[in-house]
């Protein structure tokens, strides 16, 4: 009997869980509540900008606000399918700028290309870029800090050399190309509408689809996502590869809102993606959160943006708010992870 | 899980790998190495490399980085990070500044004024890190947009530039009879300071101790919360000190000053050998790896490179950093035959 | 008949560790075959084999007979083996019906994910097991119990040829035992084959049809359960006569060194009152996760208390401060060596001299010196198998291993020593080591609190017995008094046997 544990039968260390069905509907509701959190933020920033001055939600305004939400959004997106796989992309900023470049280049070299021709090799390009940082996090087992860190610098570097100082204009793109930067569906903007398509499509996929829950797997707990047989590697790649193809996407569409364009299109943009999505409450460490919050987080640091002028407050405010505003989007959700674990161990506590 | 035997079997001799080994093996002597040929190579091909005028411009350049690459050594060894230095720089450039304007002049005291603000800001860092415990990543991204935020609300798009010119000359004056500046010497000294603290004291072993295994290290004994509270308190002074050098060296406080060189300072981290995840690397290859990315960035420039084309070289050099050292293993590892149980991926304390 | 599954000549090492050498195994079909053998007998790195896991060095395993190599869990899942390991792998974050059902969630069209079918099919399985946990909730803040409920239900969930168990039952009631044995039966009667690992032998007896033992790394024997008796396997297992293992001295009790008064943690443990002399070797026994470790953890300070104090030799120790209490003169070995004993990556002279750096530094400064000649002195009183002491600690063995931890705590040379699972995971040579050790500091003059799941260990070193049930103290039982039948009856909170 060297090894016997000392225990018998009939006890019960841990008695049923009475608190397992509220406990549940708890979770469900903190899940729910953040991303209403965020929107209601959102509204009540909307409203009170709009009391001080009634031209906020003017259809122009409303129209700039989408606008330059849409670039934001679409990497907030492609972040948080990274982050929710705990690993980051950094790199994203240099890949818009050398998808918007390549765009820029296209049409002046081959000034009859067909607008969604463009679409596809700007997002080609970018998958590939994203296929380069996955293949060496996945397949070398390296930091993706450390990796997108050096490729942000990397994908620059090409499009600083690429550019040599060049500036593409207007003049040098289709006018039909503009046009799509600027024109509106019913009063919504056409980017936006891309931005809308690629939030729909992507939520979809990671609540509906294998492939997709096993990115939160794999960002909770990435030992049990191996030993259960996930194809971790695999994922990461094809997550990396997502956040790429986002990031050239959004690089044609600054293009067609910008029309000029050098190689220092969407420098330093990749720490304020980070922060919408951590503010639209996807965990840095992953496994939790989702695109919708990322692109809520996204419009909302927009707003932030555009509402402070209104409001009489200096832009030079702009920053340091946001920089306020993840701090306490953190301090939230760690707030509420405390008291969720606390309900849910809920029963356990003896004594009196 | 594992079986015991009384011996340790399968090591037959008492000495390590060979010496030859042992130093290629480490990082540090791969990084000293690679300077000591960049520099040989570039000397023999580039004109203008070699001369005292371009290591003057080197030592300026790598000044600021280096300052505040100390104590994210030991931060990042640790297993944290704090991605917050840069905006702290501007705003102690912009409150500098803002006090010269609004008529404090006593040098000492913008100093010492400067020195307590980035001393203040990391303490604002480590308050959410070790008391909230909040993960580092996340939180200084926040600070990094509410210092450099706060720098703009301070200064606005203003630029304050009518310091005394003996400040400005002498913060980039060289030592008497050279034309290195003398400002090296505060580094070199500060150097020395956070090398014995890492490599010759208690409290170096227990960074190490934490970076590798936090939650052992406080059944050691070692304060995990305390200790790394303090690195973030000196990394905001010492990035606040590379402030005050920034301000005199361009004669000019701007709310934007040093923006992106965060990712300078830890991109030179990484290549110098220290780990991502803690534990691992030391002082003496990020002082190697800092003069070898400033060496070779000047050195490219004057052979006409594009300023901004040189960005792919420090990006190759910080993958080929990880990605080198881990392929090598991983077919050593091969070789051998012995597949090493599902590596484990830290997981974030 | 072929067996379902078998290992033939199986070596496995990590580092300088052999973990398997030699190992066998055969299951067939319709059998519950048990494996059992000490900590530290290589059964956690066979069940990793045969999960996938690892690949064995040398030797095959053999699915129908035919060799095959698993490259990935997920190739011997497809093979049809199910493993339930004995620390739960489940996603914090992902509801209880993803956990069991990921990767193989049901699908509707589109090759969506059916959310309605997946949450059914887990209320079914939650009700073959007789168990409510909402389908729905996080598995984070799930009860180390339902935990191990859930990996039961993934397990059954794929119609598995081979069902491993590994220690499957540490953390349940007795109810969720039966419920699960009634489920395993089952499974074995409809043609399955279960390996079956445990501690505990009328679990091995009532369920099991044949007996495999290992001993260090190796394969010893395997027979028909009708041919044995638990003393029969206990002496196959141990490999020498157990009496000669525990060679505790008698010592006179001298002054109190630690006094614990009303130690309250919510929701871990309840008023803790006790006292240990110098001198004493005291046990603190009871069922795993009664408290025990939490009480020691706390007394140390590495985890706070809500309520009670503390004393060392008559002075009052300041909560949640393990500098303070290393001080004072306490030493805490922990149950969890690679995570909390030791720092793996460092060398056996960083480790051995971590709670003593600010002593060995000579004006703030260490050289190196100091350390080496102390960790080098150490590392030879322990006797400390090692190349050099500047290896990493992760090369040793886990004897040596646990060597290095009392190396790091006996040179503090501290007055009261707490020892959490003193002899977990380490061979039997190197267990007789430590008790004489522990004997011997006793008789030194130190406070001893041995924190121990192993009964007889218990029995043959303590001066006296404390039994904790459910986070409350319920038993103190002098040594002349303490059998298995006293410290069980109290373990499992059966009062009126006790003392």
């Not at chain 1, 909302?300 to 832009?315: K, R």
């Not at chain 2, 960035?297 to 080198?324: E, K």
């Not at chain 3, 080496?372 to 063995?397: C, F, G, H, I, Y």
Request: glycine share 10%; charged share 15%.
């Amino acid at each position: 009997m060297t090894t016997a544990d000392v225990r018998s039968r009939p006890a019960a260390p841990n008695g049923p869980e009475p608190k397992a069905e509220s406990g549940a509907r708890l979770a469900h509701r903190l899940f729910v509540v953040r991303e209403l959190g965020i929107l209601l933020a959102l509204v009540l920033l909307v409203a009170v900008t709009f009391g001080v001055n009634q031209r906020f939600l003017s259809a122009q305004n409303i129209k700039d606000l989408l606008l330059s939400s849409t670039i934001l959004a679409i990497l907030a997106v492609g972040q948080a399918i990274v982050i929710i796989t705990r690993n980051v992309d950094l790199s994203v900023g240099s890949i818009l700028g050398l998808s918007a470049f390549a765009t820029g280049a296209l049409f002046v070299d081959n000034p009859g290309t067909p607008i969604p021709v463009a679409i596809l090799i700007g997002v080609a390009l970018g998958a590939l870029c994203g296929a380069v940082n996955g293949g060496l996090i996945a397949a070398a087992r390296v930091p993706a800090l450390v990796v997108t860190l050096g490729t942000l610098y990397v994908f620059r570097g090409i499009d600083y050399t690429w550019a040599t100082g060049r500036q593409i204009n207007a003049a040098d793109m289709p006018r039909e190309f503009l046009r799509m930067g600027n024109a509106t569906v019913l009063g919504v903007p056409v980017l936006a509408l891309f931005a809308v398509a690629v939030l729909v499509a992507a939520g979809f996929l990671l609540k509906n689809y294998r492939s997709g829950r096993e990115l939160y797997a794999i960002g909770s707990d990435p030992d049990a996502a191996r030993l259960s047989g996930i194809a971790v590697g695999r994922r990461v790649f094809f997550a990396f590869m997502a956040s790429g193809a986002l990031a050239g996407l959004a690089g044609v569409l600054y293009a067609a809102r910008f029309g000029t364009l050098d190689a220092n299109a969407g420098l330093g943009i990749e720490l304020n993606v980070v922060a919408a999505v951590v503010v639209g409450g996807v965990a840095i460490f992953g496994g939790s959160g989702s695109v919708y919050g990322a692109a809520l987080g996204a419009v909302l640091l927009t707003t932030i943006g555009s509402a402070l002028p209104v409001l009489g407050v200096t832009p030079f405010w702009q920053r340091a708010a946001v920089g306020a505003l993840i701090l306490a989007a953190i301090g939230l959700d760690r707030a509420l992870a405390v008291r969720m674990a606390r309900r849910l161990r809920g029963g356990k506590t003896r004594g009196n | 899980m594992a079986t015991d035997t009384l011996v340790t079997p399968a090591r037959t001799a008492k000495a390590g790998p060979p010496a030859w080994r042992r130093l290629f093996g480490s990082w540090d002597a791969v990084l000293i190495l690679a300077l000591l040929v960049v520099v040989l190579v570039a000397s023999a091909t580039i004109e203008g490399v070699g001369s005292p005028r371009f290591y003057r411009f080197v030592a300026l350049e790598a000044i600021p980085i280096a300052l505040i690459a100390l104590p994210m050594t030991l931060v990042i060894i640790t297993g944290e990070i704090d991605l917050s230095v840069a905006s702290t720089v501007g705003l102690t450039c912009s409150v500098l500044g803002q006090l010269w304007y609004l008529g404090v002049t006593s040098l000492p005291l913008l100093i010492l004024l400067s020195l307590l603000l980035g001393a203040v800001l990391g303490a604002v860092n480590g308050v959410f890190i070790t008391v909230f415990g909040l993960p580092s990543l996340a939180v200084t991204i926040g600070t990094l947009a509410l210092y450099r935020g706060l720098a703009y609300v301070v200064l606005g798009d203003r630029a304050i530039a009518d310091y005394p010119p003996t400040w400005t000359q002498n913060a980039v004056a060289p030592i008497p009879g050279t034309v290195i500046p003398w400002f090296v010497l505060v580094l070199a000294a500060l150097a020395v300071v956070f090398g014995v603290l890492l490599y010759a004291t208690p409290i170096g072993r227990s960074l190490y101790a934490i970076g590798n295994n936090a939650e052992a290290s406080n059944f050691a004994g070692i304060s995990v919360l305390r200790t790394k509270f303090w690195l973030f308190v000196a990394t905001g002074a010492m990035a606040a000190l590379a402030g005050v050098f920034w301000t005199f060296r361009f004669a000019s406080a701007r709310a934007d000053n040093a923006t992106g060189l965060e990712l300078a300072v830890v991109a030179a981290v990484l290549l110098g050998g220290v780990s991502i995840f803690g534990g691992r690397g030391g002082l003496v290859g990020v002082i190697a790896a800092v003069a070898l990315l400033g060496i070779l960035r000047n050195a490219l420039q004057l052979a006409d490179v594009p300023a901004n084309a040189l960005t792919i070289v420090t990006g190759t050099l910080l993958i080929l950093s990880v990605v080198g050292p881990n392929l090598v293993r991983m077919a050593r590892e091969r070789l051998r035959r012995r597949r090493p149980a599902t590596t484990l991926e830290r997981k974030p304390s | 008949m072929l067996p379902v599954l078998a290992l033939e000549g199986v070596d496995k090492s990590f580092g300088a560790v052999a973990a398997l050498r030699d190992a066998r195994l055969e299951l067939y079909a319709g059998e519950a075959h048990a494996l059992v053998g000490e900590n530290g007998a290589g059964k956690s790195t066979l069940v990793k084999i045969l999960a996938g896991v690892h690949g064995p060095d040398t030797g095959s395993v053999l699915l129908d007979g035919q060799p095959v190599a698993f490259g990935s869990p997920a190739d011997a899942r497809a093979a049809g083996i199910a493993v339930i390991y004995q620390e739960p792998t489940l996603f914090p974050d992902l509801s209880v019906a993803e956990n069991i059902f990921m990767g193989r969630q049901p699908l509707k069209g589109l090759r969506r994910i059916d959310a309605a079918a997946m949450r059914e099919r887990t209320n079914e399985l939650f009700a073959r097991l007789g168990v409510r946990i909402d389908p729905d909730r996080p598995a984070r803040g799930l009860s180390i119990a339902d935990q191990q409920l859930v990996e039961i239900a993934k397990a059954l969930s794929f119609d598995a040829r081979v069902l491993v168990m590994d220690e499957p039952t540490a953390a349940l009631s007795g109810v969720e035992v039966d419920r699960l044995f009634a489920v395993a039966r089952s499974l074995r009667d409809n043609g399955a084959a279960i390996l079956f690992i445990s501690h505990r032998f009328d679990e091995v007896f009532s369920l099991c049809q044949r007996v495999t033992v290992m001993r260090d790394g190796r394969w010893i024997a395997t027979d028909e359960i009708g041919n044995l008796t638990v003393d029969g396997v206990v002496r196959t297992m141990v490999g020498r006569d157990i009496s000669a293992l525990f060679p505790k001295m008698a010592t006179e009790p001298g002054e109190v060194r630690l006094q614990v008064d009303g130690l309250t943690r919510h929701g871990y443990f309840d008023d803790v009152s006790f006292t240990v002399r110098g001198g004493e070797i005291v046990a603190l026994a009871g069922l795993v996760g009664a408290g025990r470790s939490e009480v020691a953890r706390a007394i140390f300070g590495v985890d706070r208390y809500d309520a009670g104090q503390v004393r060392v030799d008559g002075r009052p120790l300041r909560p949640g401060a393990p500098p303070a209490a290393i001080d004072a003169g306490l030493a805490l070995v922990p149950e969890d060596r690679r995570q909390q004993g030791l720092v793996m990556e460092l060398s056996i002279e960083r480790n051995a001299t971590l709670p003593r750096r600010w002593a060995l530094s000579r004006l703030g400064l260490l050289f190196g010196g100091g350390e080496r000649r102390s960790a080098a002195e150490w590392a030879k009183r322990l006797q400390v198998k090692a190349a050099r002491n500047t290896d990493p600690v992760s090369t040793l063995s886990g004897g040596n291993q646990q060597k290095v931890v009392l190396a790091k705590w006996l040179s503090t040379a501290p007055r009261v020593l707490m020892i959490d699972e003193p002899t977990r995971g380490i061979d039997v040579g190197t267990k007789s080591e430590v008790h004489r050790l522990l004997s011997q500091l006793a008789s030194e003059g130190v406070a001893v609190l041995m924190v121990s799941s192993e009964l007889p260990e218990v029995l043959g070193m303590a001066d006296r017995v404390l039994v904790m049930h459910e986070g409350r103290l319920v038993a103190d039982i002098p040594r002349d008094q303490a059998d298995e039948e006293s410290v069980m009856f109290a373990a499992t909170g059966q009062r009126g046997a006790a003392a």
